[in-house]
Nanobody, 121 residues
């Protein structure tokens, strides 16, 4: 079972940047697609970005395209989310997840505990 630990969240002003990290334990990280998700208060968890096991073919939800970048370092068992030009609507708890099949939230087999991102206006 892969365990995931996120870090890097915090409070930032609108227009600022944060870099989230998600460190994985276990041998299956380097062969797994990974994703970032977020959940704002009173809302359902939503997809943000995903990347395949090779670090290629990243894709994003439309609302973050051009502002967020997902990447990974398989030698460090870590996936990153660089977030630039943050907006108040980006405020949420951010989670990383490991895909075990398709790029469907239902196929996430492991979740981290989440890291809070708060963007002030």
């Amino acid at each position: 079972q892969v365990q995931l630990v996120e870090s890097g969240g915090g409070l930032v002003q609108a227009g600022g940047s944060l870099r989230l990290s998600c460190v994985a334990s276990g041998r299956t990280f380097s062969s797994s697609a990974m994703g970032w998700f977020r959940q704002a208060p009173g809302k359902e968890r939503e997809f943000v970005a995903a990347i395949d096991w090779r670090g290629r073919s990243p894709f994003y939800v439309d609302s973050v395209k051009g502002r967020f970048t997902i990447s990974r370092d398989n030698d460090k068992n870590t996936v990153y989310l660089q977030m630039n030009n943050l907006k108040p609507e980006d405020t949420a708890v951010y989670y990383c997840g490991r895909y075990s099949g398709s790029y469907s939230m239902g196929d996430i087999s492991s979740w981290g505990q989440g890291t809070q991102v708060t963007v002030s206006s």
